[in-house]
């Protein structure tokens, strides 16, 4: 079993950054993908941003690449989101999520453990 707790969200204007962080219970978090989901008021939850075990490969959404970067330290059992050059359309509950597959994976069906989310908004 492996639970996930989210930290590090926030108000900021737009331009700023953020760093989420996830810390995660259970010797096997280590092993998983690590994925970052969020969901904006009245929309549907989409992909943020997903880690292989490893740290070895990463995958973003179009919507984020370049201004977000996913990094994990397996020492710690945390995964962080470091957010820059945030724009209000960022403004979402964010959720971290693991997955017991051995590639990175986006879609949401492929994750089994799921933290309980963090706000994220950004002023204009």
């Known amino acids: 079993q492996v639970r996930l707790v989210e930290s590090g969200g926030g108000l900021v204007q737009a331009g700023g950054s953020l760093r989420l962080s996830c810390a995660a219970s259970g010797r096997t978090f280590s092993m998983y993908v690590a994925g970052w989901f969020r969901q904006a008021p009245g929309k549907e939850g989409e992909f943020v941003a997903a880690?292989?075990?490893?740290?070895?490969?990463?995958y973003y959404a179009d919507s984020v690449k370049g201004r977000f970067t996913i990094s994990r330290d397996n020492a710690k059992n945390t995964v962080y989101l470091q957010m820059n050059s945030l724009k209000p359309e960022d403004t979402a509950v964010y959720y971290c999520?693991?997955?017991?597959?051995?590639?990175?994976?986006?879609?949401?069906?492929?994750?089994?453990?799921w933290g309980q989310g963090t706000q994220v908004t950004i002023s204009s």
């Open positions: 880690i292989k075990w490893n740290g070895g490969s990463t």
């Open positions: 999520a693991a997955s017991r597959t051995t590639t990175v994976v986006t879609s949401s069906t492929n994750y089994n453990y």
